[in-house]
């Protein structure tokens, strides 16, 4: 069974300030790692996703992540955060077999202050 | 593209009522999803369904939930009757047949918003 970890339910940044949302994997197989966005009463977007191509994906917004074996992590990150990247962050795992069937972590809500 | 269209966005009920909500997915999605989002909680998928045949209903509590795609297109997801611990935010997803080149990327609705009373 596949499965993420989140370390942090919420993460403060000032606007300007580097971003960094961990997440960690657990899979007996390749995966496909996921960054998803929430913004407030809207669905999930896709940021970026990991397909076993390039280890440094780049995603929309400025976010990108770095897939890394032998860390079994895949953490997000954006050089200068923006108030508009508040928001709850999603990583999530499916593995290569049923890529579309996505297991997701429990979030990180990104908090952006003045 | 017209993205995922659910609907009703907001829903109050009380305990032991029945609810349903409906999703259109985009156009030439093959595989539709549910999942339900509770507050604090990652989406938890409920049901995949490839055209109108399920492909993956484990985790489905089938005393209570039903879902159907008769057409292959709309779905509905039904509760009934409803439970306090049934709040959540419920997502309709949808995506390609897998296998095809960006199958493994999920296009979400803006979700049905359940609060059992």
């Known amino acids: 069974a596949q499965s993420v970890t989140q370390l942090g339910s919420h993460v403060s940044v000032s606007e300007g300030a580097l971003v960094l949302l961990r997440c960690n994997y657990s899979s007996s197989v390749p995966p496909y790692l996921f960054w998803y966005v929430q913004y407030p009463n809207q669905g999930l977007q896709l940021l970026l996703k990991?397909?076993?191509?390039?280890?440094l994906v780049k995603g929309i917004n400025g976010f990108e992540a770095e897939f890394k074996k032998s860390e079994t992590s895949f953490h997000l990150t954006k050089p200068s955060a923006h108030m508009r990247d508040a928001a709850e962050y999603f990583c999530a795992v499916s593995d290569t077999g049923t890529a579309s069937k996505l297991t997701f972590g429990t979030g990180t809500r990104l908090q952006v202050t003045l | 593209e017209a993205g995922v269209a659910q609907s009703p966005r907001y829903k109050i009920i009380e305990k032991r009522q029945s609810v349903a909500f409906w999703c259109n997915p985009i156009?030439?999605?093959?595989?539709l999803y549910w999942y339900q989002q509770i507050l604090g909680q990652g989406p938890k998928l409920l049901i995949q369904?490839?055209?109108?045949?399920?492909?993956?209903d484990s985790q489905l509590p089938k005393d209570r939930f039903s879902a159907e795609r008769l057409k292959g297109v709309d779905s509905t997801l039904k509760i009934q009757p409803a439970k306090l611990e049934d709040s959540a935010v419920y997502l309709c997803a949808s995506s390609l047949v897998p296998g095809t080149s960006g199958a493994n990327v999920l296009t979400f609705g803006a979700g049905s918003r359940l609060t059992v009373l």
């Open positions: 369904f490839q055209n109108n045949g399920v492909v993956d």
């Open positions: 156009s030439g999605h093959a595989t």
């Open positions: 990991y397909t076993s191509a390039a280890t």
